[in-house]
C-alpha cells in the first residue's frame, strides 16, 4: 500500500513542536508526494469544585489551568499558521485540525486521528519530551507506522530516502515494519539491511537470500551486513553502524509487551524513541 495520507502531531504543550520541525515534516511530505493533516490540540485542565479550606488552594489551581489552557491555544494556533503558510508555499497538499483535549489524554486523543491516515510523523525536541510519549501510544495503539523525526540540531541536509537502514533481527515486528515501509524503500537511493549479532540470541533458519529475493521482487537491490555487537548494546552497535554508512532513515520493529495497562519498551526501542540519531520508522 502506497503511503498518500500522513498525519503530523505538533505538540502545543507542555512546549511546542519547533518551526524547523515542521518544515522538515513537510519537506518529508514533499519527498514522498503525500497529502498532509497537521493535527494539534488545546490542552484543557479540569479540576473538580471544592469547598471548605481547600477552596483557596483549588482556585489558584484553576488560575494556573487556565492560564496553561490560553498556552496551549496559542501556541496551537501559532502552530498550524506556520504548517499552512509554508504548506502552500511549497505546493503541498494539506489540511489543519485544531482539537481538544485533556492535557493528561492527549497521547490517547491522538492514537484515535493516527488510525486514519498511512503514516503519522511525530516531531520530537532535542531533549527529552512529551512527544516521546505521544509516540509510543501512537505505536502501540494505533495499528499504523510512526516517524520520528530527531531534534532540529540533528536534521541533515540529505533526503529522507537517501540510505535507508533496516535493523533486521529476522522477529515479527523487524518483519512487519519492513512490510510496512516497504513503499519508502521502492523509493530510496540504497537500501542496507544489519543484523547484530552477539548481543542476544537470534533464531532464524533462514538466509539473507529470501530476504534478497523478496526485495528484488520490489525493485530493491539491498546490501546486507551483520556486525558483532563486540561487547556493547544492540543500540550502540545500531546507532555506530548509522553513522559509518551516513543513514537518513532507520526501519525497525518496535518492540514491548504490556504491563499494568502500559507498555514497557525493549532497550533499542526506548533509545532509539528517547535519542533518535535519524527519522525511525517504527511499527509494532
Known amino acids: 500500500m502506497a503511503i498518500k495520507d500522513v498525519l503530523l502531531s505538533l505538540a502545543s504543550y507542555p512546549d ?54 490560553v498556552k ?16 502552500r508555499r511549497r505546493g503541498l497538499e494539506h489540511e489543519t485540525v485544531l482539537a481538544k483535549s485533556s492535557a493528561f489524554t492527549l497521547p490517547e486523543a491522538l492514537v484515535e486521528h493516527a488510525k486514519f491516515h498511512d503514516l503519522t510523523i511525530i516531531p520530537v525536541q532535542d531533549g527529552y519530551g512529551a512527544e516521546q510519549w505521544y509516540a509510543e501510544t501512537t505505536i ?31 522477529g515479527a515486528p523487524a518483519a512487519r515494519a519492513l512490510g510496512e515501509a516497504m513503499p519508502l524503500l521502492e523509493k530510496a537511493g540504497h537500501v542496507q539491511l544489519v543484523t ?14 529470501e530476504m534478497a529475493q523478496h526485495l528484488k521482487a520490489h525493485g530493491i537491490e539491498a ?17 555506530a553502524f548509522l553513522a559509518e554508512v551516513d543513514a537518513s532513515l532507520l526501519v525497525m520493529g518496535a518492540y514491548g509487551h504490556s504491563r499494568m495497562r502500559e507498555f514497557v519498551l525493549g532497550g533499542v526501542t526506548r533509545s532509539m524513541l528517547d535519542q533518535p540519531a535519524v527519522p525511525v520508522f517504527l511499527s509494532h
Open 196 to 209: 547484530v549479532r552477539g548481543e542476544k540470541h537470534i533464531s532464524s533458519k533462514h538466509a539473507h537470500r
Open 223 to 239: 546490501s546486507f551486513r551483520e556486525i558483532d555487537a563486540a561487547g556493547r548494546s544492540a543500540t550502540d552497535a545500531i546507532h
Open 16 to 69: 511546542r513542536t519547533a518551526d524547523a520541525s515542521i518544515d522538515r515534516a513537510l519537506d518529508i511530505a514533499a519527498e514522498l508526494g503525500c497529502r498532509t493533516t497537521a493535527l494539534t490540540f488545546e490542552a484543557e485542565f479540569d479540576f473538580v469544585r471544592s469547598s471548605g479550606a481547600f477552596t483557596r488552594m483549588v482556585i489558584d489551581l484553576r488560575e494556573m489551568a487556565r492560564e496553561e489552557s
Open 140 to 170: 502501540f495503539g494505533s495499528g499504523r507506522p510512526v516517524l520520528v523525526l530527531p531534534g532540529p540540531s540533528k536534521f541533515r541536509p540529505s533526503p529522507l530516502l537517501s540510505c535507508a537502514v533496516i535493523a533486521w533481527d529476522f
Open 72 to 87: 496551549s491555544s496559542a501556541n496551537a494556533k501559532a502552530l498550524l499558521s506556520h504548517f499552512s503558510e509554508e504548506a
